[in-house]
Every structure is written in C-alpha cells, then in structure tokens.
C-alpha cells in the first residue's frame, strides 16, 4: 500500500542580488504547508545579510529541513529522495553555470543536477543583467535540458504598491510552476 507523504520542495538561495525572493517563497510554502527543505550557498548568506534585515538563523528557521551548502551527502543531493523539484532564487550566474556544465562543487549544484536527471521540476529564478551571449547560450542549455528560466520580473499589471507586494507576486507565480497557488496575488484577467 502506497504511503502518502507531505509534499516537499528544496530552496536554494544562491549569491545574487534578490534574496528577498528566496525568503519570501520558503514563507509562502510554509503557509501551502509544503516541507521546506533549504540549502544556502556562502554568497547567498552574504549577501542575505547585505540585502534584507534578516539573520541568517532567521531564515534557516522557516526550513523544515536545512542542509550545510558543502554536505554533498545530504539527503536532496539523491534522487532517490522524493521532492516536487527544486526553486533557485536568487540563481546567481555561477551556480548556473555549474549546473548546466554538470560540474557539482556544492549542494546546490548536486541537487539541481539530481532535479534535472531525475525529470523533476528545476525552476532558476536567474538575477543578472545585462546578460551576455554565454549567460544566454547556458539559459538556452539548460532550458533543453528540462529546467525553466525564470527571471525575477515584476509584473506591473498587478500593479503593485509597495515592494514587498512585488517581491510576494514574482515569489507566488514561481511557485505555480510547481503547481502551487498562492491565494490572494492579482492575477491577469481574474478579479483579487
């Protein structure tokens, strides 16, 4: 008899500009009540601590689990493993880089490289700009190799008001890529 297990997702905050994003979707899947599995590169914590008025402990607390960026062996880094997939937000340049080539330096790596073998969601929320042919011929690799390139645009139709109403809609539609939806988000043809 198959047992039922609580969905889960892995979160990866990488070294680019927009943590906020990262931090706000492990808020949003603790209210879906999805596992929120974390790893945190160095440059992430970094520049958590440069972006956002967080601690670092802070954020490792919304995880339901959280795994050290060198723990190679940890649980996401099998496929054996069962997850929904993987979100990278922010995704720096580097970490792509290392999961398009294959090469899995940290957890990070390992884990989206376990997502992509496996056929399971990978979704880079990429933060660079301007971006250079190599940066687009990567995107362009790794989308044929069945993760999805999504960029942290706002989306002004939803006219948002503050910031944080913005980072909270880009951290939603991410979310629906893995098939959950954010109550309470403007969404285009739809009354809020």
């Known amino acids: 008899m198959a047992e039922t297990r609580k969905k889960r997702v892995v979160v990866a905050i990488t070294g680019a500009s927009g943590v906020a994003y990262g931090v706000r ?3 949003l899947l603790g209210t879906l009540g999805v596992e929120r599995h974390l790893v945190m ?6 520049t958590l ?3 956002t008025s967080y601690a670092i402990r802070d954020v490792q607390a919304m995880a339901d689990v959280l795994y050290p960026a060198k723990d190679i062996g940890a649980a996401i880094a099998s496929g054996s493993f069962k997850t929904e997939g ?11 880089g290392e999961i398009r080539t294959g090469i899995t330096s940290s957890l990070v790596s390992r884990a989206a490289d376990v997502m992509l073998k496996e056929r399971r969601r990978l979704v880079l929320m990429v933060r660079e700009t301007p971006l ?5 011929r990567t995107m362009t690799s790794l989308s044929e190799m069945g993760a999805i390139i999504a960029p942290p645009v706002p989306s002004l139709y939803a006219k948002p008001e503050t910031l944080d109403e913005m980072i909270t809609y880009t951290a939603a539609r991410a979310l629906d890529l893995f098939g959950f939806e954010v ?3 403007n969404r285009w043809g739809e009354k809020a």
């Open 25 to 27: 979707a492990l808020e």
């Open 183 to 185: 109550e309470g988000i």
């Open 41 to 46: 590169s160095k440059a992430g914590e970094r």
């Open 86 to 96: 993987m979100l990278i937000a922010p995704c720096s340049i580097k970490t792509m």
């Open 49 to 51: 601590l440069e972006e």
């Open 132 to 136: 250079h042919t190599g940066h687009l």
